[in-house]
């Protein structure tokens, strides 16, 4: 039998994929603001010129990255955004890959200076173990001296109640909303689009989970990988952090 299909890949494929550039925002507010951080940060191509982006979705951080000169190899398990990324690659410096990016050796052996893991991406794993074995992949990979940058929606803190709803997007035709069940180790999200057709309202939904990810956490799994912590901070409504890769790695 074929392994199964994981549950995130599932609900993009069938439900938010179609409504996900509207749903964040727009292509070009994003990658606008994926280049003030990447220059913020001073992100540029030094070394070796490659740069991994997983979990890339539509080229929110491949495209600028590709326009500051780094070879990058865009990786997301979702077929429908690479196809979006495709028609938007402003040349020849992004190649894709469609998989999980969990399966290391389809995006390994790159000898890269850069890995990205952004947009909420490590939510999406299954577990805690799963990101810890991530992020030490990314330290074996990475050249010494290349940074690893990760963001992710912060999830640990508890709400007032255990169910929040929250307001995502709407213009005169859709409305988003996400559905947010705290649990103890996962978020269950539902998300629900409101559509006009023909002067009525349509309601479709689908749901999956995410991880509670901690900053801290995260931080501890990066540096006992073996990275030394550059940044911990806010991006674009999440928490970004970037680690650099001292090539002194703890067991």
């Known amino acids: 039998m074929p392994p199964p299909v994981p549950?995130?890949?599932a609900h993009y494929d069938r439900f938010l994929a179609g409504h996900y550039l509207w749903m964040a925002g727009g292509f070009d507010a994003n990658t606008v603001r994926s280049r003030q951080f990447f220059s913020a940060h001073r992100i540029l191509p030094i070394f070796s010129g490659t740069a991994i982006d997983l979990g890339a979705g539509c080229g929110f951080a491949s495209i600028p990255l590709a326009e500051t000169g780094f070879h990058v190899t865009a990786v997301d398990i979702c077929q429908p955004l690479l196809d979006e990324l495709r028609g938007r690659i402003p040349g020849p410096g992004i190649?894709?890959?469609a998989g999980d990016l969990l399966d290391f050796p389809i995006w390994t052996g790159r000898r890269p200076?850069?890995?990205?893991c952004m947009g909420d991406t490590l939510t999406h794993l299954p577990d805690l173990d799963s990101v810890c074995r991530l992020i030490r992949q990314c330290h074996?990979?990475?050249m010494p001296g290349g940074k690893l940058i990760l963001s992710f929606r912060d999830y640990s803190g508890e709400?007032?109640?255990s169910v929040v709803i929250v307001p995502v997007r709407k213009d005169g035709k859709r409305i988003f909303l996400c559905r947010l069940e705290y649990l103890r180790?996962?978020?269950r999200v539902t998300d629900i689009i409101y559509s006009q057709l023909s002067g009525k309202w349509k309601r479709s939904a689908s749901e999956y989970a995410?991880?509670?990810l901690a900053p801290a956490?995260?931080?501890e799994m990066m540096e006992q990988a073996g990275f030394r912590i550059e940044f911990i901070g806010p991006e674009n409504g999440m928490i970004g952090l970037i680690g650099i890769n001292e090539n002194i790695r703890k067991i």
């Open 159 to 161: 709400p007032d109640g």
């Open 95 to 97: 190649e894709m890959i």
């Open 210 to 212: 995410k991880l509670r």
């Open 217 to 219: 956490l995260v931080r």
């Open 140 to 142: 074996v990979e990475l």
């Open 7 to 9: 549950e995130a890949k």
């Open 113 to 116: 200076e850069l890995i990205t």
């Open 185 to 187: 180790e996962h978020v």
